[in-house]
């Protein structure tokens, strides 16, 4: 961990980051000497105003991101919709790449792109937000040298990114946002212009359509839940990825909660066969009553009755489906925040 002559930072935030960025662009600095990369989950479609609110809010300038800008330092650089960022050297790429961990722009792409570009002269940060999104790249900025910053989770309206993030990537600092701010300045306060080294697309961003090895990391059991293709399952540090031939990139929780998620779509879709099925039969019924075929019309009746019943099996299935706990504050972050806070 570098403690001084971090050249770039970058941040990921999602659910209640918005809070969290204005909070942290409010006490940076206008002298601040590194380029700030921000990706906050946001929808696809529909504009962001990010830039704004943070523009009115701190001294720095706040842009969104466009696609071969060159970074320059005392600004906040925000990643626009439907659109990962990652940083080439210098400069930022936009590409509309397969979604990770459901989302688009990530986090992950930024911290991964920025450690390949800048290794020990980077400091990522993750503040407020569900899930896991970040861990991996924060594990990656870790093992290329840089300095790892995370909110306190007891400082964030959403408490289990962080917790993730603490429990899974052990990083260098666990503080409050103002905190977090102090250390960056402190981190960055040798910045020297470094432009960061020109690299080629990482292996893991660059699928190989050819072959069982099309990415790295061993085949994995499941499919991938965006497009139904095979994963291949890597180390990170003391978590797991997954990525698909095409490039679909997933966390463990997020790779979990996306098959919660296509599981209730599946048996949904079932039910609502199953009572198509039902009301189809009860129609037939009728018909075959009015005709006087009452013997065919008892076996449709039967069979509407027995989908009905089916249907009605599968939605008391759907109520006790459990959704994916959130990490919280489980045993391991709690350690870490206490031996950050100096509390035995």
């Known amino acids: 961990m570098p403690d001084t002559g971090c050249e770039i ?6 659910a209640g980051g918005v809070e969290a960025l204005i909070r942290f662009a409010r006490v940076v600095p206008r002298d601040f000497a590194a380029p700030i990369m921000i990706v906050l989950h946001v929808p696809s479609s529909g504009p962001s105003v990010l830039p704004q609110i943070l523009d009115r809010v701190g001294p720095l300038p706040a842009v969104h991101a466009q696609d071969g800008m060159e970074t320059a330092g005392g600004c906040l650089y925000i990643a626009p919709p439907d659109r ?3 940083i080439v050297g210098r400069r930022i790429q936009l590409d509309p790449g397969p979604r990770e961990n459901g989302h688009r722009p990530a986090i992950d792409p930024l911290f991964r792109s920025t450690a390949e570009s800048y290794g020990s002269r980077t400091a990522g940060v993750i503040l407020s937000g569900t ?19 995370v909110q306190d989770p007891r400082d964030a309206m959403y408490p289990a990114m962080p917790a993730n993030a603490i429990a ?16 960056l300045v402190q981190l960055t306060a040798g910045a020297s212009g470094y432009a960061g080294k020109e690299v080629a697309v990482p292996d893991d961003q660059a699928p190989n359509p050819g072959g069982e090895d099309a990415q790295p990391g061993e085949i994995a059991p499941f499919a991938c839940p965006d497009c139904g293709g095979t994963l291949w399952e890597k180390e990170e540090g003391d978590t797991m990825s997954y990525r698909c031939r095409v490039g679909h990139a997933f966390t463990m929780n997020s790779l979990i909660v996306r098959h ?12 609502r066969a199953l009572e ?33 019943e089916q249907a009605a099996q599968l939605k008391t299935l759907l109520d006790s489906l459990e959704a994916v706990p959130d990490i919280g504050l489980d045993a391991i972050a709690e350690s870490r925040i206490a031996s950050e806070h100096g509390v035995a």
């Open 9 to 14: 930072v970058v941040v990921g935030a999602s």
């Open 84 to 86: 990962h960022m990652r």
């Open 131 to 149: 899930l896991d999104d970040g861990t991996v790249g924060l594990n990656c900025i870790a093992e290329a040298g840089g300095a790892t910053l």
């Open 168 to 183: 899974y990537a052990r990083p260098d600092y666990v503080l409050p946002i103002e905190k977090l701010v102090e250390t």
């Open 260 to 271: 919660v998620d296509t599981l209730e779509r599946t048996l949904w879709a079932a039910c």
């Open 276 to 308: 198509e099925r039902a009301t189809m039969s009860r129609r037939v019924a009728r018909r075959l009553n009015d005709g006087d075929r009452t013997s065919s019309a008892r076996r449709f009746e039967r069979q509407a009755k027995v989908s009905a």
